[in-house]
């Protein structure tokens, strides 16, 4: 098997190529591969978990193409992006569908409240969430920050948001209108809400910090 430097992992949901193309644009000299293959994502030396749609056919198609093994192990031993619905899988259960997730985060994946959904000057917001937002990092910025400023605008699409059940793993946060989690970080794992592929310079530092990140 040739060698792989980062597997994008393609479980059928979402624009994976535009992934991999940010990718590649940060990383030149890496091999970069989407695949849907378990040993290669075994073999990989990093891996991007990557995801759009609901969660209900996520899971599905992840269980139906025999990835659930190796994605759960590429998270416990290698440096791993979740990104958007790769994010949500990560933790124990959404109430989209009433689905049962991966369980690497402890936590819920809740629905933007419509009671919630009135700006400052009472205009309605609306759901899903979609478009540029501030991103603010927590009070001891990670490592994968580096070089973005606090406060960067991030591209979410999104109706759904995490709630972790330890409020340390937390490391990046949004507001619509209320604050919530938008980017998590536990031992080798990161995780965001919204597409750094889509969030021009920024959304590229992002990715070229992951590429560099030693965990």
């Not at 606090?150 to 948001?161: A, I, T």
């Amino acid at each position: 098997m040739k060698k792989i430097d980062i597997a994008v992992v393609d479980y059928g949901m979402g624009n994976l190529r535009s992934v991999s193309k940010a990718i590649e644009h940060v990383a030149p000299n890496k091999i970069v591969s989407v695949t849907s293959d378990p040993d290669m994502i075994d073999a990989a030396e990093r891996v991007v978990f990557p995801g759009q749609g609901a969660m209900p056919e996520c899971m599905r198609e992840l269980d139906l193409r025999g990835l659930r093994e190796a994605v759960i192990n590429a998270a416990k031993m290698k440096p791993f992006l979740g990104v958007c619905i790769g994010l949500q899988m990560l933790f124990e259960h959404s109430e989209e569908g009433d689905t049962k997730g991966l369980g690497l985060f402890r936590g819920d994946v809740k629905k933007f409240s419509p009671a919630d959904m009135h700006g400052n000057a009472g205009e309605k917001l609306k759901v899903p969430h979609m478009g540029w937002n501030q991103v603010y990092q927590g009070d001891t910025p990670h490592v994968m920050w580096r070089d973005i400023v606090n406060g960067e605008r991030f591209y979410f699409v999104h109706s759904y948001y995490v709630i972790p059940e330890d409020d340390r793993c937390a490391t990046g946060f949004g507001e619509y209108p209320k604050r919530f989690t938008c980017a998590v970080a536990q031992d080798n794992i990161f995780a965001v809400q919204f597409h750094p592929e889509k969030s021009a310079h920024a959304g590229l530092q992002l990715l070229s910090n992951f590429v560099n990140w030693k965990p």
